[in-house]
């Protein structure tokens, strides 16, 4: 369990079924065997079926992977990094975002995180992150 600067506890909330919810969605206006015909991870040529497509939309438990997991992206027409997002949510309950707002034109920040964190919950991060963006030595040391 993890707690807030608050004393709030993160990990009760409902992490919901983004991955799913994506499956589903998309499996509205086609077959899961047409979406299957999509499913192929580009990097390494994994074809997801379509009854784990299926299992997938409808909530029940997959060996998740990253091959699959590129796959449900490709199925669904939406860049990996979604499809991602959506299973690290789904699977393990973490979010995945830019929580103390340190991304830039130039740089994106991307962070796993429980549901609900603020950049107040990690101020040694927003720190860290802060003195990196400076070119400040050490920063990437934790220095």
């Known amino acids: 369990m993890f707690l ?12 919901g079924t983004p991955l799913a919810d994506m499956v589903r969605d998309a499996a509205d206006a086609q077959s899961y065997r047409q979406l299957a ?7 390494t040529g994994y074809r997801a079926s379509h009854s784990t497509l299926w299992k997938i939309g409808h909530g029940e438990q997959v060996k998740i992977s990253p091959q699959l997991v590129r796959a449900v ?14 299973a690290a949510q789904q699977y393990i309950g973490l979010m995945a ?4 707002g340190a991304s830039t034109a130039e740089a ?10 603020t950049a107040g ?5 927003q720190d860290l992150l802060t003195k990196w963006a ?10």
């Open 121 to 125: 919950d990690m101020p040694r991060v």
């Open 4 to 15: 807030t600067e608050n004393g709030d506890e993160m990990w009760d909330s409902e992490s």
């Open 73 to 86: 992206a490709a199925a669904v027409g939406l860049p990996a990094r979604d499809a991602q997002v959506a």
């Open 97 to 100: 975002g830019d929580p103390i």
């Open 37 to 43: 015909d999509r499913a192929v991870d580009p990097r």
């Open 108 to 117: 994106t920040v991307v962070m796993a995180h429980v549901p609900g964190l």
């Open 134 to 143: 400076a070119g400040e030595r050490g920063a990437e040391k934790g220095q």
